[in-house]
C-alpha cells in the first residue's frame, strides 16, 4: 500500500473518531434536536435523487428477474405441452397403424411394365378380394401405393413412386403437413413445407387424413438429408421410403368387407 493510500485511511479512521467522540458530548437539549432535524431536511435534498434512483433500479431489478423467471417458466412448459402433444400424436398414429395392418391380406405382383416401372403394379387380387378403388397397399408395414383400378380377379395399383399421385403427409416429430409425390424415377420428395422448420433427417413421414380409405398416420419412410428450395420459398425434401420399391414381388392390402367406421 502507498503513502497516499494510507493517508487516506488514517484521516477516514480519525475523523470517524472525532465525529463519535463529538455525537458523545453533545448536549442533549431541544435546540440541539431542531439543529439536527433542520440539518438532515437540508441533506436530505441533495440525497433524494439518488434514493429514488437506487429504489428505480431495485424495483427495476426485481421486475427483471421476475421477468426472465416467467419466460424461463412459459418457455419450459412449451415444451412440455410440445413433447406431451408429439407423445399423444405418437400414441394415435401407432393406433391407426395397428388398426390398418390388423389382418392384412397378401396379393402376388403378376406384372410391372418396364415403361411404367415406377408408376403401376398390377396384383391377382381384385372385387372378389375385397378390394376398392382408393385402397391402401402395402410392403413390410409401409405404404407404397393405393389402388387405382380393380376387376373381379386384378387390381392396378398406382405407386407413391408416381409423378401422378399426390398424398398429404405429415411429419410426425414437427406436425409440418405437406404433399409428397413421385418422380417417375423411384423417388419420392415431400413438398409445400416452409424454410426453417426444423426439420431434420430421419424424422418419420406418414400419412395425413386423405379418406376413409386411406387414413392418417400410415407410414411412409423418414427424411432424407437432401433437399431443394423452390422459388417461392417452400422446401422440397427427399423421402427414404420405408418399402424397398425395386423388390415388389408381392404386396399387403386390408379387405373391405362392409362400411367402415
Known sequence: MDNQSTFKWVHGVVALSVSLVLLGIAPRTESHFYITNFICNILYIPEYPALVSRHTALDFSGWYSDKNSLITRINGLTRENE??????????????????????????????????????IRINAGKKDGLTVGGAVFKEGYLVGRISFV????????????????????????????????????????????????????????????????????????????SSISPNGFHSIRINIGADMSRLYSVDYKKITGRRR
Open 83 to 120: 413433447k406431451l402433444r408429439m407423445l399423444n400424436a405418437e400414441i394415435v398414429t401407432q393406433k391407426i397403424l395397428i388398426d390398418e395392418t390388423r389382418d392384412l391380406e397378401s396379393a402376388k405382383v403378376i406384372l410391372r411394365a418396364p415403361t411404367v416401372w415406377w408408376n403401376e
Open 151 to 226: 376387376e373381379e380377379d386384378s387390381a392396378r395399383v398406382e405407386l407413391i413412386t408416381s409423378s401422378s399421385l399426390m398424398l398429404p403427409a405429415v411429419v410426425e416429430e414437427t406436425r409440418d403437413i405437406g404433399v409428397i409425390c413421385g418422380d417417375g424415377e423411384g423417388n419420392v420428395w415431400l413438398q409445400f413445407i416452409p424454410e426453417n422448420r426444423g426439420i431434420e433427417r430421419e424424422m418419420n413421414i406418414s400419412t395425413a387424413l386423405v379418406g376413409d380409405k386411406l387414413p392418417s398416420g400410415l407410414r411412409i419412410g423418414k427424411i432424407s438429408e437432401e
